[in-house]
Each structure stands twice: as C-alpha cells, then as structure tokens.
C-alpha cells in the first residue's frame, strides 16, 4: 500500500536556524518519534531503528536511511528511508523537505514535505485513509519536535549530531488510535450540527 503526503508547517525561526536542524540526519532522526540513529556507515549511508509501543507490547523496525541529496543553496534534503520489522512487515519512505522564508516575515519560515510511503504486511492491512490519518499525527509530532530544535539552535548553529531531545520517546499506537477516534467523533458531530 502506497500512501503520499504533502505538507507545510510554519516554524517561528528564520531558514537559515531551521536549515541548520534539517541538514543534520542525526537530528532530524531525533525529532521522529521513536527513531533513532544507531549507526554511519558513510557520509550518506545510516542504520536505525524505530520503536512503536502498542500497551504494553513493544515492536521496532531495523532500517537503512540514505542521504539521496542535500542542496544548501535550495535548503532542501532528500531522504530514503526502508526497514523491516521481525513480523515481517516492511516500510520504506521517500522523503523530500524544504525551508522555505516565510512570505510575510524574514524571522519565520515554513518547512515543507513531500512523502512516498509504502508498507506491506500487517501495517498495510489498516487500509489508505487510516494510514494517511496515522502518518498526519506522526508527521504532527515531528513537526512539534522540529520546531522545538529550531527554537533550541543559537544562531542557526548545530553541534554536529546534536539531536534534540524528542517530546516523545517512542511512538505510541495507542495514543494515536485514541487520536484518531476523537477525531471521528468530532467529525460525526459537525456533520450533525
């Protein structure tokens, strides 16, 4: 099942202290909820892990993360992402983010994302709309974590592999199942008013 995301989120930092958090693989990692860095291989090539909790069961998929390109000029980054879990489902994400200046404000700016996600397996089985439902809380947290490391950055300066620390350790099954039944209801509800 492929599933592909477009997205902007506005950031209260200027590009070039947003840019500095984005180029950096380690900390991008770090705003992901659950993923982490566990390993370079070479200027370009990573191992990781990310770890889903559902109660009190835990799942996590091993992966490789692929720096496809990094265009300073265009503050623009190219990822790819593919990892398994040892139930047999897999995933791979193709990622493209830019920064952007804000329109109205050179002391803002936008981060923009466009996403190719593919999974297989029993992930694939929860169907297109709850995926891209899940996949918008997620992209939500990152979000929130990014900006928490752009409003962190001195200066537009990272330390190299400096990761923020993530609002949330481990991405919670639980906690976005509940999400998305709230929504549901919010939705019936204004569907009847």
């Known amino acids: 099942m492929e599933v592909k995301l477009e997205k902007r989120y506005p950031l209260d930092v200027d590009a070039a202290r947003a840019w500095a958090v984005l180029r950096d693989v380690r900390a991008v990692a770090g705003c992901m909820p659950g993923a982490e860095i566990t390993e370079q291989l070479s200027e370009t090539q990573y191992k990781g892990a990310v770890k889903v909790k559902v109660g009190p069961a835990v799942a996590q998929f091993g992966g490789d993360i ?6 300073e000029t265009q503050r623009r980054v190219v990822l790819f992402g593919k990892g398994a879990d040892r139930g047999g489902s ?12 804000a329109d109205d404000d050179s002391q803002r ?15 694939a089985q929860f169907g297109g709309r709850m995926m891209v439902s899940v996949s918008d809380m997620v992209l939500g947290q ?6 928490a490391a752009t409003a962190a950055t001195p200066g537009g300066e990272v330390a190299q592999g400096a990761a923020p620390p993530p609002v949330e350790k ?3 099954a639980l906690a976005i199942l509940w999400g998305l039944i709230k929504g549901w209801f919010a939705g019936l509800s204004r569907k009847h008013a």
């Open 142 to 147: 990152f979000a929130d974590n990014f900006r």
């Open 170 to 172: 481990e991405l919670n």
């Open 66 to 71: 692929e720096v496809r390109g990094l265009d």
């Open 109 to 123: 700016s936008v981060l923009m994302g466009q996403a190719a996600v593919i999974v297989s397996g029993k992930f």
């Open 90 to 101: 897999t995933a791979s994400m193709d990622l493209t983010a830019t920064v952007v200046p």
